[in-house]
């Protein structure tokens, strides 16, 4: 498990094929992994929250788009 004060080591974790992106299965994934539960609504505000942010709308989360949400 990475330093939980490191969000790249953290995005790296989620990222589970290392494309570069977490998608939302990956996000689920790495939360079940850590023992922790998501709703799906949790789930839809965290990557329409990204989205809306970046104006892409492709239901990913990228490194930079996972760092403006960590330091918020």
Sequence with gaps: MPDLDDPTATFKE?????????????????????????????????????DENDGDADARISLAEFLVAWNK
């Design 14 to 50: 989620f990222d589970g094929d290392g494309d570069g992106y977490i998608t939302r299965e990956e996000f689920v994934r790495a939360m079940n992994a850590r023992g922790e539960e998501i709703t799906a609504a949790e789930l839809d505000s965290i990557f329409h929250t990204s």
